[in-house]
Nanobody, 123 residues
Framework: QVQLVESGGGLVQAGGSLRLSCAASLRAFTFRAMGWFRQAPGKEREFVATISWSGSTYYANSVKGRFTISRDNAKNTVYLQMNDLRPEDTAVYYC?????????????????WGQGTQVTVSS
């Protein structure tokens, strides 16, 4: 059973920080890249960040320099540290497991998704 469970969302003021966590079952996590996506109201889901099995990272331009993705392979957990949050970061954030160990940049590269966690940034 592949399971991804996100946590850490909430309400924060602009300029604040949040850290999202995504706990995965061992089978879901090993040798796979992981990613974060988000979907704002009325918009399509968009890529936020990805981290390869070896730890290489890649970010959407809109979050580069403000968000940091990391993973703890011993804990089967991937994190998204979000700093300097802006109202336009408001969205449901989804954790996802990639089909491959690296190079996963679009939704089609992912095969399992978490249920999502709401992040709301007030101005």
């Amino acid at each position: 059973q592949v399971q991804l469970v996100e946590s850490g969302g909430g309400l924060v003021q602009a300029g604040g920080s949040l850290r999202l966590s995504c706990a995965a079952s061992l089978r879901a996590f090993t040798f796979r890249a992981m990613g974060w996506f988000r979907q704002a109201p009325g918009k399509e889901r968009e890529f936020v960040a990805t981290i390869s099995w070896s730890g290489s990272t890649y970010y959407a331009n809109s979050v580069k320099g403000r968000f940091t993705i990391s993973r703890d392979n011993a804990k089967n957990t991937v994190y998204l540290q979000m700093n300097d949050l802006r109202p336009e970061d408001t969205a449901v954030y989804y954790c996802a497991r990639a089909v491959y160990g690296s190079g996963a940049y679009v939704e089609g590269d992912y095969d399992y998704w978490g249920q999502g966690t709401q992040v709301t940034v007030s101005s």
